[in-house]
C-alpha cells in the first residue's frame, strides 16, 4: 500500500504541476463547450460547476473570510487546473481501455481506507486531497480510481508513472481522442498529454471573477 501511495501521489502531484503549464479549440466550431474530448464535450457549466464544488469545499473548510481569500488565492488557475484534470482523466480511461484494465469499487474502496487509516481518518483525507490538489470531498472516489488507473497502466507497461513509457500511452490516448479546448483554457500538448496556456493574450479570462466569487 506504501508504494501505491507513493505512485498515486506522485500522479497527482503531476497533473498539479502541469496544470499551469491539451491542440487548439475552436470554441466558434464548439459553442458553450471548455473542450471536445473524443467527440463529447466539456462545456464551460460543467466547468464552472466543477469549479463551484472546489470553492464551496474550501470556503467550508476554513473559519474565516481570511483563509478562504488566502485559499483561493493559493488556486488562482482553478479553471485550468480543473479542466486539465477533467480531459486528463477521459485520457487515462482511453490508455486503461486500451489495455484491457478497469479499476473496481471494491478496489476504490480498500485504496481509501489504506490512505485513511494513515492520514487519521476520512475527513482527514478529505481535507488533504482539498488543500493539496484541490479535490473536493465529493470527487474523492473519482480521483482515487484515477490513481489506481494510472498505476494499474504503469505496471502493465513494467514502469511507473514518472516514466517516458507511461506518458507515451497517453500520448497515444490523446492522439485518438482529438482532444480540442476552447483557446481560453489554452490548447493540449498530444506528446505531453498536457494543457499548455496559449500565446493568446487578446482572450479575456471570463472565468476570472467566477473563481474568487
Keep these: 500500500m506504501q ?39 466539456i462545456t464551460v457549466a460543467q466547468l464552472d460547476n466543477r469549479v463551484k464544488e472546489v470553492r464551496q469545499a474550501q470556503r467550508a473548510a476554513v473559519a474565516n473570510d481570511a483563509q478562504y481569500k488566502q485559499a483561493v488565492a493559493q488556486t488562482g488557475g482553478l479553471a485550468r487546473q480543473t479542466l486539465h484534470t477533467m480531459v486528463l482523466d477521459q485520457v487515462l480511461q482511453r490508455a486503461a ?15 481509501r481506507a489504506g490512505l485513511e487509516q494513515q492520514v487519521g481518518g476520512s475527513k482527514a483525507l478529505e481535507t488533504a486531497w482539498l488543500q493539496q490538489y484541490g479535490v473536493p470531498p465529493q470527487r474523492l472516489d473519482d480521483n482515487l480510481r484515477l490513481q489506481l488507473e494510472a498505476h494499474k497502466l504503469a505496471q502493465s507497461l ?19 481522442l482529438h482532444i480540442d479546448l476552447n483557446p ?30
Excluded at 486500451?98 to 480498500?110: M, R
Excluded at 513494467?158 to 492522439?175: E, I, Q, R, V
Design 158 to 176: 513494467g514502469t511507473d508513472t514518472s516514466k517516458p513509457a507511461f506518458w507515451n500511452a497517453l500520448s497515444k490516448a490523446s492522439a485518438e
Design 97 to 111: 481501455q486500451d489495455a484491457g484494465l478497469s479499476v473496481t469499487t471494491k478496489e476504490i474502496q480498500q485504496m
Design 184 to 213: 481560453r483554457y489554452g490548447t493540449w500538448d498530444v506528446q505531453k498529454s498536457s494543457r499548455v496556456d496559449a500565446n493568446t493574450p487578446w482572450i479575456r479570462e471570463v472565468t476570472a471573477t467566477r473563481q474568487s466569487a
Design 3 to 41: 508504494r501505491r501511495r507513493r505512485t498515486a501521489l506522485l500522479f497527482t502531484a503531476a497533473i498539479a504541476a502541469a496544470a499551469p503549464l491539451l491542440t487548439a479549440c475552436g470554441s466558434d466550431a464548439h459553442p458553450g463547450a471548455a473542450a471536445v474530448v473524443g467527440g463529447q464535450r
